[in-house]
């Protein structure tokens, strides 16, 4: 008999592709993490499953610790909201989520379709005027209108941890577990590949799995030449850079998550240091990539035409930038990179998806 006895043990040990038609004439040998497998679609169910656990340690940045009966908190624009939801619904906790206002304009969106199905509380974030005077908020607005809801819903987190018995918000952004359960990604490909790895990336928001990915072959003593991140266009409210690309040293988390977080009153936002800024001080990534949405999604489209990939957007972000790479690197190098999530959850933006992290 050859069975699990919980979804939660059907996560990671993803098959990695080697990609014949859309990297036939790339020059180096592109490979795909087929992260879009896991349970509830995407790589996020490794780092939910990790900080799940960390907080029934109570191994948490506030000692809090998430009891039988209890509820995990959390606040996710896109693959963070069903993986936590699908690992709350395996292990019998309850589940609040906040999705992102500006993004539900128009109405239900896939995403928040897809997290439901797994039966959580899902709440649509506060309005910024909740946390903010007119005046923050037209300030504000001119640079990052998209950071208002964001830090509105991370505020609505730290209140609903605050408030309620039995309850820990995971914040994924500076959560250790989030890239502690990412190594797996590395550790995994260093057995794929034979430790044969010459360039390794993939799309950053809290950096986690590119961190995770980079400490899980670091343990095996693996230092990729080149180990890259991948970016939306108009990042730049997140990330100070010149240009289309930059290399180390050139790019840094941009000040104004913290200007913003100071202003709503999420503290620990202002204190505490984010897992991507963890990762530029571990020196890594040797070089960021800027890609547009319509070059992410032309990428998707051939992934899912040519190769059988369904795939989403910061996937083919993901594998545009490897071919490139690929190019100069030439044969004989491996280069290696994720496919993050499955295409089901853009549906509803059909045929204009954007490129999102
Ligand atoms: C579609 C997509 N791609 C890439 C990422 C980046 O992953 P990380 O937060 O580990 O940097 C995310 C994270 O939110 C995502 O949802």
Redesign the pocket.
């Known amino acids: 008999m050859n069975y699990i006895n919980n979804i939660t043990e059907a996560i990671g040990h993803t098959p990695l592709l080697k990609l014949n038609r859309v990297g036939k004439d790339a020059g180096a040998n592109v490979f795909v993490k087929l992260e879009h497998l896991n349970p509830s679609g ?3 169910d490794r ?1 939910a499953l990790a900080m799940v656990e960390a907080a029934e340690r109570g191994d948490t940045w506030n000692g809090k610790k998430l009891d039988e009966g209890g509820t995990v908190v959390e606040a ?5 909201a069903p993986a936590v939801a699908m690992v709350c619904a395996a292990k019998g906790y309850k589940a609040k989520i906040f999705l992102y206002r500006y993004q539900l304009e128009g109405g239900k969106n896939t995403r928040m379709l897809i997290t439901q199905a797994y039966g959580p509380q899902v709440g649509i974030s506060s309005e910024p005027d909740v946390y903010l005077t007119p005046e923050q908020i037209e300030e504000f607005s001119k640079q990052a209108p998209d950071l208002l809801h964001v830090l509105s819903a991370k505020m609505d987190c730290q209140l609903e941890e605050d408030k309620t018995e039995n309850c820990v918000w995971v914040d ?2 500076y959560n250790p577990y ?2 502690i359960g ?1 190594e797996s990604l590395g550790r995994e490909i260093y057995t794929q590949l034979d430790g044969q790895i010459d360039a390794i990336g ?11 990915m980079v400490r899980g072959l670091a343990e095996n003593g693996v230092r990729p030449g080149l180990i890259f991140g ?1 970016v939306p266009g108009g990042s730049e409210k997140y990330y100070d850079f010149p240009g289309e690309e930059a290399d180390y040293g050139q790019f840094s988390v941009s000040d104004m998550k913290s200007v913003i977080a100071d202003a709503v009153g999420l503290k620990k936002w202002v204190t505490e240091e984010p ?2 800024q963890k990762m530029l001080d571990a020196g890594y990534p040797d070089k960021v990539f800027c890609v547009s949405d319509e070059d992410a999604r032309n990428m998707a489209n051939r992934l899912c035409r040519e190769e059988g990939i369904f795939c ?4 083919g ?2 594998v545009a930038v490897a071919l490139r790479i690929a190019k100069l690197l030439g044969p004989g190098k491996n280069v290696v990179t ?1 496919i ?2 499955r295409r089901d959850r853009y549906l509803s933006e059909t045929p204009y998806e954007k ?3």
């Open positions: 995407s790589y996020k780092m996710s624009a896109g693959n963070t994924q952004i989030n890239y990412q993939c799309s950053v928001s809290s950096g986690a799995s590119l961190f995770g991948v897992i991507v989403g957007m910061s996937s972000a993901n994720t993050v999530d490129y999102v992290v």
